[in-house]
């Protein structure tokens, strides 16, 4: 049988780690134990995968990472990475803030809710974020609680917060679901989610718009996860003997208020 893209016998081996890295590399293990061709996952976390990339590059299968990449002291251990620039996410949070806050007089306080400790979008949007704030002493995080990239957990972050700062200038929430969380905690202390306090988030998903529209978050970055075309249009060549690039970004946009409506009804996540 051959699909779309020309490969024939094609066979897709699906594994679901959820947050366990230790499920995520005996999922691998049983991948390689398996001799398929190609390994394509998304690392929960940046570290702790070397010894089982080290099999499977013994066993002659090349791998892909999406969406996140690793810390590796070897990189060769992969054959290429495809995704998001998470790094330039967060920085594109934080020159927003530096514009809409470029008249302040006084310091701008800034919540960060953190998303899974460890993760890459976690530890490389935090470096974008402060890349772009740049050595500006007004801009000042007052607090980094961790909301596990969760709604519920960023909702019960952002009221912990709230119960010993009173003046927040600003919540950059890493992913939509944790500032989604934090819109609730915001109007149940009695302020105004995009007034009083502006909202910044990273993703994009339909949920995260809606709010942009309502004007309770003011500026999202989109966080493209639809990169299923790209990734099998990689895979293809792998399979073919062409050489790929170690480093493939996905095409990403950014979102206001001004420009939201256009895009609400055709998300697809």
Known sequence: MKNSFGIENVRLIFAVAGLSRDKQVADIQRFIHDKVDVIAFSPVVETGYDDVLRQAKAAGIPVILTDRVIKTADPGLYLSSIGSNFTAEGSSAAVWVKGEFRNSQKPVNIVELEGTAGSAPAVQRKAGFREGLGDDERFRIVATPNGNFSRSEGEAAMKTVLKTQHDIDVVFAQNDDMGIGALTAI?????RPGKDIKVVTIDAIHDGL??????????????????????VALIKDVYLGIRV?????????????????????????
């Open 245 to 269: 690039p170690r480093r493939v970004d996905t095409d990403e946009t950014v979102f206001f208020p001004e420009n939201v409506r256009d895009y609400i009804n055709d998300r697809e996540y």
């Open 187 to 191: 109007q149940a202390a009695g302020k």
């Open 210 to 231: 809606t709010a942009l529209a309502e004007g309770k978050i003011n500026y999202v970055v989109e966080c493209n996860p639809l990169i299923g075309p790209q990734l």
